[in-house]
């Protein structure tokens, strides 16, 4: 059930997980959610403006929260800063006690305060927008199960979609970042870009670069994530429940995370498998692979359902590796060393 926001204050916005990811530029979601709230409720613009600049300035240097009387005593320091600057420049001027600056007017101070006196500073490693309120376009690629799709991005960076997956980016990046989302397997050839981090988000991984060429296999339903790089260098962060970074991990050519879902704090970096990059070139590469594990995989490169009827075939492991064959042809080859039978109709295929 959606929160009732109408009631918030500065205070209230703060504590709210969904503004902070919107504050933050962290959810695709929460901003697209908090951009058209805004828009609907003008009249809180005063309170939204309070809240975005205490996050991303007070907060900036590690997002933790303070409590609501350490927040007033920061504010408290900072009025007194402006007050001092006030009374130097203007001595013969009485300040009127009445008089009390909208939140638009104190941000305004207070942003130019920071240059001059370093109070507060943003933190380089949270992506900003210059304009809290900027419309992003978003594109989302979808590919259905028995396909497979390559997009090219704005920035050049080259995506290969596996069968099963979803991808959703911006139209244009912006001038300090690179961020996509991913759900299911891709391959990135990012172009590389000093100035701008490229940074893919899937269920609870973070894999940044600035340019290089890796795989991301992050399907919703699967236990294991697996970042695998072909070259260059790669930057994987697990986060728990709460989005909080747990552990990193940096790879190079050859190496791999796996990161299980079911254990938040095991995120470990392995050799690459002859597998691991097999499907870009058409290629299906089983590896001692699980018959249930094979039964999904070919579920998603020929979009078809697929039953397994004898539950003693799930102990079951095969190997083997076919490039551009039918399902009937890769049956038939798993047939003998998995000591399976099949039958195909139209897009059902049971198996016992």
Do not use: C
């Amino acid at each position: 059930m959606q929160r009732d926001y109408t009631n918030y204050e500065a205070h209230d916005f703060i504590d709210d997980k969904s503004f902070q990811s919107f504050a933050y530029k962290e959810n695709v979601t929460d901003i697209s959610f908090w951009n058209d709230w805004i828009k609907s409720h003008p009249e809180k613009i005063n309170e939204i403006e309070e809240a975005l600049f205490l996050l991303r300035n007070i907060y900036a240097d590690n997002k933790q929260l303070l409590s609501r009387e350490e927040r007033e005593h920061e504010l408290q320091k900072v009025f007194a800063q402006i007050d001092k600057k006030q009374q130097a420049s203007v001595k013969s001027k009485v300040l009127d006690a009445n008089t009390w600056y909208s939140w638009r007017s104190v941000a305004a101070v207070l942003l130019l305060l920071v240059v001059s006196v370093s109070i507060f500073y943003l933190n380089s490693e949270i992506p900003v927008s210059d304009t809290p309120m900027e419309q992003v376009e978003w594109i989302e690629k979808t590919v259905p199960h028995g396909q497979k799709l390559t997009t090219k991005l704005s920035d050049g960076s080259i995506i290969k979609l596996n069968a099963g997956s979803k991808l959703r980016f911006p139209k244009q990046f912006s001038a300090s970042l690179r961020e996509v989302y991913l759900e299911g397997e891709a391959f990135f050839e990012v172009e590389r870009d000093t100035s701008r981090k490229f940074i893919i988000h899937t269920e609870r991984v973070l894999t940044s670069v600035l340019g290089t060429s890796f795989n991301i296999k992050a399907y919703p339903e699967d236990q294991i994530t697996q970042v695998a790089v072909a070259t260059g260098k790669v930057l994987v962060q697990s986060e728990d429940h709460q989005g909080d970074i747990r552990q990193s991990v940096t790879l190079r050519a050859n190496e791999m995370a796996v990161y299980d879902k079911k254990d938040f704090n095991r995120l470990k970096a392995v050799r690459v498998g002859e597998s691991e990059f097999s499907w870009r070139d058409d290629i299906l590469y089983f590896d001692k692979t699980p018959v249930p594990e094979l039964v999904v995989m070919l579920e998603r490169w020929y979009g078809k359902q697929i039953r397994l009827e004898n539950e003693a075939f799930r102990n079951k492991t095969y190997s083997g590796i076919f490039e551009n064959e039918t399902l009937k042809n890769v049956l038939e080859g798993i047939k003998f060393e998995a000591d399976i039978k099949y039958e195909i109709k139209g897009n059902n295929v049971l198996i016992y």
